[in-house]
């Protein structure tokens, strides 16, 4: 139905698959944009100051400026660097970041691919991207470079674990790892949402403290799959410089920094389909139309993304020891409990 919305609104199949192949491109580049502005003046808020100021009114069009500088910049590859990797690696990060939004169904009518196993691929492409990650570190032939790689091949491993169990509970509640039926689910008032049980009958309320469980280990984990405050010692300038895109310059390093927010995206957009209601009003009914839709999706999602930025600016790093421990000792235990008790729930109900 949703190609099909695409093919009615244009008329030649050809183009509307460009178009779904293009918008979300374009709607990357406006939500970077949007996010650094943001990162900037959260930043400046939270430390009582007023952050870019000159470029554009109050300061709107200084990530205009950073980008239009970063395409000016010379683009450095180290002597001793593997280049052919080295100039791999940023390119294959974003392209792992973007592949995502292939399966994000901002509203019943734009899904670029309505695969049934959209779900998985989303969890299976976003792991793609600690190649690039790893390769680009490695590459650099870079101490801090590789230090910070592979800080974050580990950190990510780790935190996936504890996020596919919470995949996998909402899956076992809606019965489908289709991500359009999974938000198709959750229509109705907001305590339909997964992250209140789903809809269902009363007997879901014993149920609601877990799905609270999942959907809190599934939004940590994903703080820190994406190298977030207080997960971003990947990055530690303090240890590290820049850990594992210390030697990029130019255009490549601006591909890592798209990257970032683009998976940024994903992980809010996933959040929000798994146990926010999707695109689904939270009001039933009220101001539920098609064209609302994907504002209600883009909305929730950019919750996400603002209060992970105003945690970076909040929240200390911490140590590669309490990082792992609170993946493999506090947060995974709890998933399995969480899990256990959601798939009961779905057996008994």
Request: glycine share 8%; hydrophobic share 55%.
């Amino acid at each position: 139905m949703e190609q099909n919305f695409v093919n009615m609104l244009i008329g030649n199949p050809w183009i509307a698959a460009l178009v779904i192949v293009v918008l979300p491109l374009v709607f990357v580049v406006i939500y970077a944009l949007i996010a650094i502005l943001g990162e900037l003046k959260i930043a400046s808020f939270v430390q009582e100051r007023l952050g870019p100021m000159r470029t554009g009114w109050k300061g709107t069009m200084q990530p205009v400026a950073e980008v239009v500088k970063l395409l000016q910049k010379e683009d450095i590859t180290p002597d001793a660097a593997d280049k052919p990797l080295f100039n791999l690696a940023p390119f294959l990060m974003f392209a792992a970041a973007f592949a995502g939004f292939a399966v994000i169904p901002f509203s019943p009518y734009f899904l670029p691919s309505g695969i049934e196993l959209g779900l998985f691929y989303v969890f299976a492409i976003s792991s793609l991207g600690i190649v690039g990650l790893v390769m680009g570190g490695w590459a650099s032939n870079n101490k801090y470079s590789l230090l910070g790689a592979m800080r974050s091949a580990a950190q990510i491993v780790s935190y996936e674990i504890p996020a596919a169990m919470a995949i996998l509970s909402v899956a076992a509640l809606s019965g489908s790892l289709n991500l359009n039926v999974i938000s198709d689910g959750q229509s109705g008032w907001f305590w339909n949402w997964y992250i209140f049980g789903g809809p269902g009958p009363w007997a879901k309320i014993f149920v609601i403290p877990f799905t609270l469980g999942l959907g809190l280990i599934y939004l940590i984990s994903t703080l820190a799959e994406t190298n977030r405050t207080p997960f971003d010692i990947p990055e530690g300038e303090s240890e590290i410089v820049a850990g594992y895109h210390t030697e990029y310059s130019g255009m490549k390093f601006a591909m890592f920094f798209f990257a970032e927010y683009a998976n940024m995206f994903i992980v809010a957009a996933i959040l929000t389909l798994l146990f926010f209601g999707g695109w689904n009003s939270p009001f039933g009914d009220f101001l539920n139309y098609w064209w609302m839709q994907p504002v209600w999706f883009i909305l929730k999602a950019f919750f996400w993304v603002f209060l992970s930025i105003w945690l970076r600016w909040t929240l200390p790093r911490l140590r590669v020891d309490q990082l792992m421990y609170l993946s493999w000792k506090v947060l995974l235990p709890w998933a399995f409990i969480c899990f256990f008790a959601v798939g009961l729930f779905v057996m008994l109900k």
